[in-house]
């Protein structure tokens, strides 16, 4: 009933590459936003699989953090978005390059 | 009575500081009243000081004064404290009495003018700072008024400021005799380094003992010094300044450029004269700049028409003579000419201007003549100087003071017979010129009519310069002619005693009566060819070397290719500001990185990301593998 | 136990690919929270019940019902689908699959490097982590309460509708109207 400790970060590493592709190539910005979720959740996996490691309930009480931040982050990021739809009527990323030089 | 000789100076000063400040809402009349007071006052009470000076004091000991400290500053205490002895009072008797009459004179000459105010203002200045200049203790002070008097003279040869001539005149004045000052700023700076202080009188006690006659720092000292003394005093090669500034209204041509500023050189010299004598070389220099100045501006003024530049070469020959006695040791000759020199050629100055005047403006001595008739005043005491200038015999101050130079040119043991020959030619020259000018102006048919008799006020000084310029030789006759040495027991009581090689009364009879023949001489060449010949009235025409002796040996031309053209070259050159290039470099480069950066941030978020994943994987790389 | 493990990691990974790739926005939402609740089972495996808990009903429940909401407000549709393909072409992936696979590569590289350590699967007690959050963690606590202030009050003040601005003559007009 032994799982290494590897195997576990491993899989949050997976998921976080698989999160980091998607923020790089998509240019929905829901769909970034998506990726950004599943990065934090990679993490907090993360998180866990260090703390079970020892024994400790410090994995969880962290993972709890992420999850509190994450959902203020969501709230945020999609009031903006909404913004965004107004202003620019499309939810293409590219759209909002008004900042640049 | 002599704790007054500070309201001497303080006079001009006051004068020039009322109108200055009040000046524009007095009349005429009061502006008149205070500028030429002020300097009527001044010579009352120099009256004053010079006797209680001389009372009671058989061996003139010096006085001094002192007002109030300047600087303090790492040893340096230069003081407003003034130091009279025998030198300083000729000089100061002479400002202030020929300054009187000149003032005067310009009351009634400037009377028209709109800048009447303004001229006295700068007038009574000059005169204030001459005398500071005369009379301070320390060489700071004496610096001070050297450039004090230098911006007056800027400020009157630019005086008719609207003719941008005069103001490129006084422009040329300025910056010809800032040279020789910085020559002497920089001998100031060695004598401040070796003695510890300014003060004259200690600095001519312990030069003696410190420096060792002929040595390294003393020649160079003196070289410095004059050189200053030179760009003052317009001689070669610093004397181009003085013709030009004959455009300056003729009072200021007579008390600036004749009587008083040129002469603060041959002060100079004489003050430090101790420094002189421990360089026996740089006094030999100067006896040969003299000889040399005096040749070469006889020759050019002989050859002038406008008759302001014939008295400005005059001046600057005159001049020479009194630097070639300086040159051979005779201390007292050269203050003699001085105080000559200033009487007859300030009335010279003053008559010119009143004939330029009534002639309505009329510089060309060409289209002068028959004046004799109609200006009789004018006339004779013009005369009078011009005899006194070319040194007639017996009857003259100038002939005494010419006379004693030009003995001590061959009899100082400093002397030699070429320099005695100069000034002989120099005499020669000085009564030719002289007379040419007497004869084309005054004699022969009148081709100008005057418009006017001048006024009282412009007569009146001539009378009493023409009488000054026959009596004031009187009080030095030669060895030969009932030997009076009143003006040389009171200069020497401060400055030393020529030493002259000893020679008998005939050899000096004989000399002098050659010289006597020479100005006779000159007399007659120029009655010769120039009384009653009809000349066409206008510039005569000039072969190329009259044309040369005409410019003043072009020394002009010589300056403008040696520093005006390779300076203006430089300065094309560097138009468009290349040395900047280093700067401007700078510049463009952070704007080319400028660019480059701002490439970067293009507003796309997606880029953004992808930066921030590659700069993550390349720290992890150098952490890892490196 | 372990076999759930490792079923359960796969399918988060194959979920989470097809809501990444996914053109549908509505599809790849789905198949996100498909793979929260896989990895809500790997919680469970290593002992985090509470924590498993939590992301289902926090994560999966709160966040990304929130998520959804917010694409019916975008009323995408059938366009969307036809948007996302001129989007997306299968070149533009070629670039950032690499670079991800570059660093997950230097992870893997770090965590094969480590001396191997299991996992103890010990059953941790929410009150162990009820005991933490209000000793060691209590500051925590209190700077997410203010993060989560902050969200409330920003998400509110950025999707306030936009009043428009009569000129007040026009005012009292338009409140006739």
């Known amino acids: 009933m032994n799982i290494p400790m590897e195997h576990g970060i491993l899989l949050a590493a997976i998921l976080f590459s698989i ?40 994995g969880q009480v962290m993972f709890i953090f992420i999850l509190a931040m994450a959902a203020a982050e969501v709230s945020v990021g999609l009031a903006l978005i909404i913004k965004m739809f107004k202003i620019f009527n499309s939810v293409d990323i590219d759209k909002a390059d008004t900042m640049n030089g | 009575m002599k704790e007054l000789l500070w309201l001497v100076v303080a006079f001009p000063f006051a004068g020039s500081l009322i109108l200055m400040l009040i000046g524009k809402r007095l009349s005429r009349m009061a502006c008149a009243f205070v500028g030429v007071g002020s300097i009527l006052l001044a010579a009352v009470f120099t009256f004053i000081v010079g006797v209680g000076f001389l009372h009671n004091n058989p061996s003139s000991v010096p006085f001094n004064q002192s007002l109030w400290q300047w600087i303090n500053v790492y040893g340096l205490t230069p003081n407003i404290a003034f130091h009279l002895d025998t030198v300083s009072l000729t000089f100061v008797f002479v400002i202030t009495f020929v300054g009187a009459l000149i003032h005067f004179y310009s009351a009634q000459f400037m009377w028209k003018d709109e800048g009447f105010t303004r001229f006295f203002v700068f007038m009574n200045l000059f005169v204030g700072l001459m005398l500071l200049l005369v009379l301070t203790d320390n060489l700071l002070v004496l610096y001070f008024g050297w450039e004090g008097v230098t911006l007056c003279s800027f400020l009157l040869i630019g005086f008719w400021y609207k003719d941008s001539a005069n103001g490129y005149a006084a422009q040329k004045a300025f910056i010809v005799t800032r040279v020789g000052d910085t020559s002497m700023l920089i001998g100031l700076f060695i004598l401040f380094m070796t003695f510890h202080t300014l003060n004259i009188q200690d600095i001519l006690t312990a030069a003696p003992s410190t420096w060792l006659v002929s040595s390294g720092p003393a020649v160079l000292t003196a070289f410095l010094l004059l050189g200053g003394a030179i760009g003052k005093s317009a001689q070669l090669p610093l004397q181009t300044w003085l013709p030009d500034a004959m455009l300056a209204p003729s009072p200021v041509s007579a008390l600036l450029h004749a009587a008083t500023m040129v002469t603060a050189g041959v002060y100079l010299i004489a003050r430090t004269h101790v420094l002189f004598e421990l360089a026996p070389l740089v006094q030999s220099v100067m006896a040969m700049i003299g000889a040399a100045t005096l040749l070469v501006a006889g020759l050019s003024a002989l050859n002038q028409h406008d008759i302001k530049k014939v008295l400005a070469y005059s001046t600057i020959s005159q001049i020479g003579y009194m630097f070639l006695a300086l040159g051979v040791g005779a201390w007292s000759a050269a203050i003699f000419h001085f105080m000559t020199h200033a009487f007859f050629k300030a009335l010279l100055f003053l008559g010119a201007g009143a004939i330029i005047t009534v002639l309505g403006e009329e510089h060309n001595m060409f289209k002068m003549g028959g004046l004799r008739k109609k200006l009789p005043i004018v006339f004779w005491t ?102 009076f040495t009143l003006l040389s027991d009171f200069i020497e009581k401060t400055l030393p005693a020529a030493n002259t090689l000893h020679f008998s009364y005939a050899t000096e009879l004989l000399f002098q009566l050659i010289s006597i023949a020479t100005v006779i001489i000159g007399i007659f060449v120029a009655y010769k060819y120039y009384y009653n010949k009809p000349f066409p009235a206008a510039e005569p025409e000039r072969n190329k070397l009259q044309a040369f002796l005409y410019n003043g040996w072009d020394f002009d031309l010589l300056y403008d290719f040696l520093f005006v053209k390779p300076l203006v070259f430089l300065s094309r050159i560097d138009k468009n500001d290349f040395i900047d290039l280093f700067y401007k470099g700078i510049e463009s480069l952070m704007g080319a990185l400028h660019k480059v950066l701002s490439a970067t941030q293009n507003g796309k978020v997606r880029r953004y990301a992808m930066s921030i994943a590659i700069g993550t994987i390349i720290t992890l790389t150098i952490l890892l593998f490196l | 136990m372990n076999i759930a493990f490792y079923i359960a990691s796969v399918l988060a990974i194959i979920s989470t690919l097809l809501a990444i790739t996914g053109k549908n926005a509505v599809h790849a939402l789905l198949y996100f929270i498909t793979s929260l609740l896989s990895v809500s089972v790997v919680f469970f495996v290593l002992g985090a019940a509470f924590i498993a808990a939590l992301e289902v009903m926090i994560y999966a429940g709160a966040i990304m019902v929130l998520f959804v ?19 997306t072409t299968p070149s533009m992936w070629i670039g950032p699959s690499i670079i991800s696979l570059l660093l997950f590569l230097e992870m893997f590289y770090i965590l094969t490097n480590q001396t191997s350590q299991s996992i103890t699967m010990l059953e941790v007690q929410p009150d162990a982590v009820g005991k933490l959050l209000f000793s060691k963690y209590i500051i925590v606590v209190e700077l997410a309460a203010f993060l989560l202030t902050a969200g409330i009050i920003g998400a509110y003040h950025l999707a306030q509708k936009e009043k428009t601005i009569h000129h007040r003559f026009l005012q009292n007009e338009n409140d006739n109207l």
């Open chain 2, 382 to 483: 013009y005369l009078i100087a011009s005899s006194s200038l070319a040194a007639l015999p017996f009857v003259t101050a100038g002939f005494y003071s010419k006379d004693k130079i030009i003995w001590m040119s061959y009899a100082s043991d400093k002397g030699s017979l070429w320099l005695w020959l100069a000034a002989l030619l120099g005499a020669l020259l000085t009564a030719l010129y002289t007379f040419r000018m007497v004869f084309l102006t005054f004699f022969g048919n009148s081709k100008t009519e005057p418009t006017h008799r001048p006024g009282a006020f412009i007569t009146m000084p001539l009378v009493v310069l023409a009488v000054l310029s026959f009596a004031a030789g009187f009080i030095e006759l030669p060895a030969t002619m009932g030997h």
């Open chain 1, 19 to 58: 999160g980091l592709t998607g923020l790089l190539v998509r240019r929905n910005v829901i769909f970034m936003l998506l990726s950004v979720e599943v990065m934090l959740n990679a993490a907090g996996l993360a998180f866990i699989v260090a703390g079970a490691a020892r024994g400790q309930a410090d």
């Open chain 3, 69 to 87: 909401f917010v694409m019916m407000m975008m009323n995408m549709g059938a366009d969307g689908v036809k948007k996302e393909r001129a989007l």
